[in-house]
Nanobody
């Protein structure tokens, strides 16, 4: 079992920055890929970024490339999402998620159904 708790969300002006953190507990955390997803009201949950189990490989959604960076620190059981140059369309609840597959997949997944453990989410609001 993996338990995840997000933090770091808040209200920020367009062009500003935030760093989201995900604190994980569970013996298998360090063997799973970790992802960030987001969901705006009346919209489906969408992929933001993913990092493999070791932190050596990442993938980011086209909408956030060059602005967001995912990383992890397995020694601290933490996953981060650094968000720079925020835009109003980034407004959403951001969720940390752990992949269902222990030891990782051959390719990093962007699909919600490949993730079996989710945090409660943290709200990010970007004003114009």
């Amino acid at each position: 079992q993996v338990q995840l708790v997000e933090s770091g969300g808040g209200l920020v002006q367009a062009g500003g920055s935030l760093r989201l953190s995900c604190a994980a507990s569970g013996r298998t955390f360090n063997t799973r890929a970790m992802g960030w997803f987001r969901q705006a009201p009346e919209k489906e949950r969408e992929f933001v970024a993913v990092v493999n189990w070791s932190g050596g490989s990442t993938r980011h959604a086209n909408s956030v490339k060059g602005r967001f960076t995912i990383s992890r620190d397995n020694a601290k059981n933490m996953v981060y999402l650094q968000m720079n140059n925020l835009k109003p369309e980034d407004t959403a609840v951001y969720y940390c998620a752990a992949d269902l597959v222990v030891s990782g997949r051959r390719e990093l997944s962007t699909f919600t159904y490949d993730y079996g453990y989710w945090g409660q989410g943290t709200q990010v609001t970007v004003s114009s």
